[in-house]
């Protein structure tokens, strides 16, 4: 079993998160392509092929325990289903760069968590942190607002407005899901390796998706779907099943969760850089001072 050195398992977590980042901000063009359900369906039954060789339990892995079990369920659903549902939907109503600015709240959200479910003490500048979270998601809701107020006539603009708000809340839930999934998974990492933890989640993940997606496959036009767009599934694929959760759970292996919550950094800022660079969302003074805020906050948290 691999086991890296305190920084390669930094460098893991940095470029897991970075990783995320990417893929979320380049699955707004497949949620246009794809209904959100088949496209998880899809992501997570192409992982499960590549996959595949993981599944194997190794001669240094003992049995499963049924916490171990409910745990591996548990660091599915929130991680892969929830945080899939939340993101996906979230994205398709709200921008890259939204997602960037409320995932930028993931720090202060795993501190929280450690203290309601760990018992652990939070430090006054964190509480801060969350605030500059807060301030920060409500300066883009608001600078979205007017934006939408001046650029869409009044009915539209509402419509417009009511749609970014309930992507950014989805958003905000994949926040949660996503902090849960860094507390259980520094859990699972005790008795589990990184691959097969991978592995398992994934086919778990598969196993929750399947229903709904195989209703909409049976009436999907799949001839229609651009080229381009499964070329850009198998990399989601890739990325969202197989790389990040390696690179996530190799790290947690070393680096406490606490520490670990430092590099959550990652993805807020690989997520807006990709709505920018490649998706060519704009990004104004209003927000730029919401991110500034968001990042602020990630700075105290760690």
Not at 79 to 105: D, E, H
Request: glycine share 8%; net charge positive.
């Amino acid at each position: 079993m691999y086991h890296p050195t305190p920084f390669n398992a930094r460098l893991c977590l940095a470029l897991g998160m970075a990783l995320v980042g990417v893929y979320v901000a380049l699955s707004k063009p497949l949620v246009a392509a794809l209904p959100v359900f088949l496209l998880a369906w899809l992501r997570f039954g192409i992982a499960a092929i590549a996959m595949l060789p993981w599944l194997k339990k190794p001669a240094s892995e003992g049995p499963m325990s049924v916490h171990t079990r409910w745990l591996l369920f548990l660091e599915s659903f929130l991680g892969n289903f929830l945080f899939s549902i939340c993101m996906l939907y979230g994205v398709s109503l709200s921008s890259a760069v939204s997602a960037g600015v409320i995932l930028a709240a993931i720090p202060a959200t795993v501190a929280v968590l450690s203290w309601l479910l760990l018992r652990e003490r939070i430090a006054p500048r964190v509480w801060l942190a969350i605030a500059c979270g807060v301030l920060g998601i409500g300066l883009l809701a608001l600078s979205k607002s007017e934006h939408l107020a001046q650029a869409l006539p009044a009915p539209e603009a509402d419509l417009a407005s009511r749609n970014q708000l309930w992507g950014n809340l989805l958003i905000f839930g994949a926040v949660l899901c996503e902090a849960a999934y860094a507390v259980i998974g520094k859990k699972l990492t005790g008795s589990i390796g990184p691959k097969r933890i991978s592995a398992l989640i994934n086919l778990w993940g598969l196993v929750l998706m399947t229903p709904a997606g195989l209703y909409l496959a049976l009436s999907f036009p799949f001839a229609a779907v651009h080229p381009g767009v499964w070329v850009l599934l198998v990399f989601y694929a890739m990325a969202a099943s197989v790389g990040t959760v390696w690179l996530w759970m190799t790290g947690l292996r070393v680096v406490p969760a606490a520490q670990a919550g430092v590099y959550t950094v990652m993805l807020p800022i690989s997520a807006a850089l990709v709505g920018v660079l490649v998706l060519g969302e704009s990004l104004g003074l209003m927000q730029l001072l919401a991110f500034g805020l968001a990042l602020l906050g990630v700075v105290l948290a760690t």
